[in-house]
């Protein structure tokens, strides 16, 4: 697809400045002032606003298959809300499979319920659920089917062993595969949940009491001591979510560990553990692991992303209906873990950010060029440069109220009702095909690619 985009506000990971882009087969062709149209190519107006590279999502769970729930977005819904929001790549976080499934069991799968549904870019994150000769030579495969990073566990039933995750991460350092961790001390999840259950401490609020930050610091600190032994491999921490687990990671890099990148999400940004003292139950919507937190935690996250030892804002995305959350009315215990939050994530995240001071460049490095470089798809996705694909989103800014009725997502609520946000995504471009335009959808079910994703092998950063 081509298209001229003229007299926007480029903002790119590392500078911002007014030009036209041209784009041709879908790709970034040329950037300049005042650009020749001899090919009359179709004109996008972006004066007054703001273009920046489109959004790259590396942690959703669209269609989720947790058992007794589902998340309710599959890959069409979860990323038209996806585009609505600007964010026009995502890489899944896919569901365990059956006990002792091979790695390849999932990913084909997931190409599955992808394959003619998604209307942006994705990927798929492998998953590691038992380790074992089969399942280490099969990394090496899927790496050069262009799965580049793994998730593994340390809670939940599906959970490593210390010695299952050092011969994951001896792997990882030879293939030069990510491996995304899911970091909370399973052992005093499970003492928590039952004491405090067993005394009768089951509303929302002991979601949060039951996970203390020192379960998320303890694995954290663990992780990062394993994969000292195992030679700093590429480690990547999910969502984390407390001063205390941060704490641990910059500790670590002052003393010279390697190779190690921080993700944090949207809510642990913007929501504290004060919602799940809500009323009427609506505390359950906002069950998920980690738990929200409390404030000094938040401003915590967002210093990281100031001094840059925060990498990367992803979303978590994995919705339920509020009346599946209301399992958990007599018990937290029984409610499904998740929120939605594709959607929301870069107006939110450039509105807060901005206002607090920071950069717009800085968290376009948080949003886009970051997650798109640990991931092995940049410069692909995730910049604005000759060569990349045109993934551009155009915003305004302007007010706009976040409210379930502007929602695009199958959910029935969201997590950030009444959220004022700056910056609204008017235009969505993904390689040159406009999928949002004006704020209404112009993209068509399917359209998306999967994208191989590419192993920066035994380079150190
Ligand atoms: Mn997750």
Same mark, same amino acid.
């Given at each position: 697809?081509?298209l001229l985009?003229?007299?926007?506000?480029?903002n790119?990971?590392n500078?911002?400045?007014?030009?036209?882009?041209?784009?041709e087969? !879908?790709k970034?062709?040329?950037?300049?002032?005042?650009l020749?149209n001899?090919?009359?190519?179709?004109?996008?107006?972006?004066s007054e606003r703001?273009?920046?590279?489109g959004?790259?999502?590396?942690h959703t769970?669209?269609d989720l298959?947790?058992?007794?729930y589902?998340?309710?977005?599959d890959?069409?819904?979860?990323?038209?809300a996806?585009?609505? !929001?600007?964010?026009?790549?995502?890489v899944?976080?896919?569901?365990?499979?059956?006990?002792?499934?091979s790695?390849?069991?999932k990913?084909?799968?997931?190409?599955?319920?992808?394959?003619?549904k998604?209307v942006?870019?994705?990927?798929f994150h492998?998953?590691?659920?038992?380790?074992?000769e089969n399942?280490?030579?099969?990394?090496n495969?899927?790496?050069?089917?262009?799965?580049?990073s793994? /998730?593994?566990?340390?809670?939940?039933?599906?959970?490593?062993?210390d010695e299952?995750?050092?011969r994951v991460?001896?792997k990882?350092?030879?293939?030069?595969?990510?491996?995304a961790v899911?970091a909370e001390n399973?052992?005093a999840i499970?003492y928590l949940r039952?004491?405090y259950?067993?005394n009768?401490?089951?509303e929302p609020?002991?979601?949060a009491?039951t996970?203390?930050?020192?379960?998320?610091a303890e694995?954290?600190?663990?992780m990062?001591?394993l994969? &000292?032994?195992?030679?700093?491999?590429?480690?990547y921490?999910v969502?984390?979510?407390t001063?205390?687990?941060?704490?641990?990671?910059?500790?670590?890099?002052k003393r010279?560990?390697k190779?190690?990148?921080c993700?944090?999400?949207?809510?642990?940004?913007?929501l504290?553990?004060e919602?799940?003292?809500?009323?009427?139950y609506?505390?359950?919507?906002?069950?998920m692991a980690p738990?929200?937190?409390?404030?000094?935690d938040?401003?915590?996250?967002?210093?990281?992303?100031? /001094?840059?030892e925060?990498d990367?804002?992803?979303t978590?995305?994995?919705?339920?209906?509020?009346k599946?959350?209301?399992?958990?009315k007599?018990?937290?215990?029984l409610?499904?873990?998740g929120?939605? !939050?594709?959607?929301e994530?870069? &107006?939110?995240i450039l509105?807060?950010?901005?206002k607090?001071?920071?950069?717009?460049n800085?968290?376009?490095e948080?949003?886009?060029?970051n997650?798109a470089?640990?991931?092995?798809?940049?410069?692909?996705?995730g910049?604005?440069q000759i060569?990349?694909d045109a993934?551009i989103?155009?915003?305004k800014k302007?007010?706009?109220?976040? &409210?379930q /009725?502007?929602?695009?997502?199958?959910?029935d609520?969201?997590?950030?009702e009444g959220?004022e946000?700056?910056?609204v995504?008017?235009?969505?471009?993904?390689r !040159?095909?406009?999928?949002v335009?004006?704020?209404?959808l112009?993209?068509d079910e399917?359209?998306?690619?999967?994208?191989k994703?590419k192993c920066?092998?035994g380079? &150190?950063?």
């Open positions: 697809m081509n985009i003229k007299n926007g506000l480029i790119d990971n500078e911002s400045y007014n030009a036209d882009i041209l784009i087969d !879908g970034i062709k040329e950037i300049g002032i005042k020749n001899e090919n009359n190519y179709e004109v996008i107006d972006a703001l273009v920046l590279p959004g790259v999502d590396v769970h669209m298959d947790l058992g007794k589902r998340a309710v977005d890959f069409y819904t979860g990323t038209v996806a585009v609505f !929001g600007g964010t026009t790549t995502i899944d976080h896919i569901a365990f499979g059956p006990n002792g499934c790695l390849h069991h990913i084909d799968e997931y190409h599955k319920l992808a394959d003619g998604a942006i870019d994705y990927s492998g998953v590691i659920q038992h380790v074992d399942i280490l030579n099969e990394m495969e899927l790496v050069d089917e262009g799965i580049q793994f /998730k593994i566990y340390m809670t939940y039933n599906n959970m490593l062993n299952e995750i050092l991460l001896v990882a350092k030879e293939t030069g595969a990510v491996i899911h399973n052992g499970q039952k004491y259950g067993d009768g401490k089951t609020i002991y979601h009491v996970r203390p930050d020192s379960t998320e694995a954290i600190n663990r990062i001591y994969s &000292e032994i195992a030679g700093y491999p590429h480690l921490f969502h984390v979510s001063k205390k687990g941060l704490n641990e990671i910059t500790a670590a890099r010279g560990v190779n190690i990148y993700e944090t999400c949207t809510q642990y940004l913007t504290t553990e919602n799940y003292k809500k009323e009427n609506e505390g359950l919507k906002y069950i738990p929200l937190r409390k404030h000094e938040v401003e915590a996250l967002w210093k990281g992303i100031e /001094k840059n925060v990367v804002i992803a978590d995305h994995c919705p339920f209906f509020f599946q959350k209301l399992d958990g007599t018990d937290f215990r409610a499904p873990g929120a939605p !939050g594709v959607e994530r870069m &107006e939110i509105t807060e950010g901005i607090r001071g920071i950069s717009v800085r968290l376009v948080k949003l886009s060029a997650p470089k640990i991931f092995g798809l940049y410069p692909k996705k910049t604005i060569g990349a993934d989103i155009i915003m302007g007010n706009k109220i976040i &409210e /009725k502007n929602r695009h997502g199958r959910s609520y969201t997590a950030y959220f946000v700056d910056y995504v008017e235009t969505t471009v993904q !040159g095909r406009i999928l335009s004006g704020c209404k112009t993209a399917g359209t998306g690619e999967f994208i994703r920066k092998k380079k &150190e950063d």
